[in-house]
């Protein structure tokens, strides 16, 4: 369940956008991804058991296990009370590998509008390592089929479904507005554990 109304990212997500995104989008992730595996030896494992073996699986469990994993990650690392900076570990992480947290934001940006269709930007623990990447689709960083491997500790969604009615063709303007409610707290803690 969501932890905050659809109206509680306004004016940078609008409560339609998230409406729709959660229970139509997420909604039918979740429920194809419970049907594809009902009956099957993968039932009951973690999901991201699943998606790290994901390349022996069908697409329907790439695409709709990729969809709830990442879609479950994006509402929780985001927050009516997010924004701001990083701090912390964090924060020293950051500027280590990305020089400060402003050039970090450009990059993360850079690799969302630069992802050609849908997908997703990621921020990830990769060879110990901070690192930004993208991937397609419902692809992940947790997937064996992935370019760039990792644990992902922040997801953005740049699929047109999760801007388009705001933000229509300007995804660039959405990634500048989605600092506005990121939840670093959380991100920190994805980051601690990872
Ligand atoms: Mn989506």
Known sequence: KLKYDYKALEPYIDEMTMDIHYNKHHGAYTNNLNNAIAGTSIEALPIEEILRGVSKHSPAIRNNGGGFFNHNLFWEIMSPNGGGKPNGELLKGIEKFFGSF??????????????????????????????????????NPLMDVAEIKGTPILGVDVWEHAYYLKYQNKRPDYLTAIWNVINWNKVAERFEAA
């Not at 450009?106 to 623990?125: E, N, Q, Y």
Request: charged residues 20%; glycine residues 14%.
């Open 102 to 139: 402003d050039e970090f934001k450009t990059k993360f940006a850079a690799a969302g509008v630069g992802r050609f269709g849908s997908g997703w930007a990621w921020l990830l623990i990769h060879e110990g390592k901070l690192t930004i990447s993208s991937t397609p689709n419902q692809d």
